[in-house]
């Protein structure tokens, strides 16, 4: 199986990447998405514990998951963090595990009227002070990683040979170390900066202050193994993109093969008739 790290930085145009494999029939994982399908704590269904491991660093930081879903066991798994303001969706909605870990954190001043999470305003309060921040990623970082294993699992059971795992904090929380290739999608900082002030209507300081909360873009492309370069126009990124799916849709590694669900069971078969060869020749 080759898992495909997909990241890039806020209005970046990530998720016209992602819809564009997605497009192509290519699985992704989106941690959007699965922030969004998170169920609640108190459910019974989703079951995770979480306890901070001795921190050498906000990049060190990870989250000790036990967790049991349907027929998914993965005890003591070490995740690291995932969670950013974008991912937390329906995870704090009125009621939730996430949304009275919150408020007990936060404070009834970050509520609505009808008792909802005011976004917007935990969102200032998050993206002004790096501790706050850091506080958020650790009350909901349990509840998004194992969602993500989870989703992985799933198109793993089922056979797909080319998973993307698309993550805004790809770097940041380590996920990268489980990806190869790592794609960026990347943008021309100004045009970021007008691109973000456009879609949300915050200010060009509200704006600066997104962005500097997760690392710096550049550094990023730094660090990838294909960069597409959206600060053009959508046709010249899909351009780019069919070269990108090209490579990442080449035939397997023999290792990646082995990570597959076909290359386990091949494995397995192959085992069981050595040890049965092996027994007929010692009678």
Same mark, same amino acid.
């Given at each position: 199986?080759?898992?495909v790290?997909l990241?890039?930085g806020?209005a970046?145009?990530?998720?016209t990447?992602?819809?564009l494999?997605?497009?192509a029939g290519v699985?992704v994982?989106d941690?959007?998405v699965?922030a969004?399908?998170?169920v ?9 514990s979480?306890?901070?491991?001795? #921190?050498?660093?906000?990049r060190?930081?990870?989250? &000790?998951?036990?967790?049991? +879903? *349907?027929?998914c066991?993965?005890?003591a ?9 974008g991912l937390?969706?329906?995870v704090?909605?009125?009621?939730t595990?996430g949304?009275k870990?919150i408020?007990?954190a936060f404070g ?7 008792g909802e999470?005011?976004r917007?305003r935990?969102?200032q309060?998050?993206?002004s002070d790096?501790?706050?921040?850091q506080?958020l990623n650790r009350?909901l ?8 294993l989870?989703?992985?699992a799933k198109l793993?059971m089922?056979?797909c ?5 698309d993550v805004?904090l790809?770097?940041e929380t380590?996920?990268? #170390?489980?990806?190869n290739?790592?794609?960026?999608v &990347?943008v021309?900082?100004? +045009? *970021?900066?007008q ?6 209507g915050?200010?060009?300081e509200q ?10 873009l550049?550094w990023k492309?730094?660090?990838?193994d ?6 053009g126009?959508?046709?010249e990124?899909k351009?780019q ?5 090209s490579?990442?849709s080449?035939p397997?590694?023999?290792?990646e093969?082995l990570?597959?669900r ?8 192959c085992?069981a008739v050595?040890?049965l060869l092996a027994?007929?020749n010692?009678?």
């Amino acid at each position: 199986m080759r898992l495909v790290g997909l990241t890039g930085g806020i209005a970046s145009g990530k998720s016209t990447v992602s819809n564009l494999f997605k497009d192509a029939g290519v699985p992704v994982v989106d941690a959007d998405v699965v922030a969004r399908i998170v169920v609640k704590l108190d459910t019974g269904s989703h079951r995770a514990s979480s306890k901070r491991l001795p #921190r050498c660093g906000v990049r060190d930081e990870f989250v &000790w998951i036990g967790f049991d +879903i *349907q027929s998914c066991d993965v005890i003591a798994t070490l995740i690291p963090l995932v969670c950013d303001f974008g991912l937390i969706a329906d995870v704090v909605r009125k009621g939730t595990g996430g949304w009275k870990k919150i408020v007990k954190a936060f404070g009834n001043d970050i509520l609505l009227e009808n008792g909802e999470i005011d976004r917007a305003r935990l969102g200032q309060i998050v993206f002004s002070d790096p501790a706050k921040r850091q506080l958020l990623n650790r009350l909901l970082a349990p509840h998004i990683s194992s969602g993500i294993l989870w989703e992985i699992a799933k198109l793993w059971m089922k056979g797909c040979k080319v998973i993307i795992l698309d993550v805004p904090l790809l770097f940041e929380t380590k996920m990268d #170390r489980w990806t190869n290739p790592v794609i960026v999608v &990347w943008v021309d900082p100004e +045009i *970021q900066i007008q691109r973000l002030m456009s879609r949300d209507g915050c200010s060009e300081e509200q704006a600066q202050n997104r962005i500097n909360a997760q690392l710096a873009l550049d550094w990023k492309k730094s660090e990838a193994d294909i960069v597409i370069d959206n600060s053009g126009s959508l046709d010249e990124t899909k351009e780019q993109f069919r070269e990108v799916l090209s490579k990442v849709s080449e035939p397997l590694t023999w290792k990646e093969r082995l990570r597959s669900r076909d290359g386990l069971i091949s494995v397995i078969l192959c085992t069981a008739v050595g040890v049965l060869l092996a027994q007929k020749n010692l009678l």
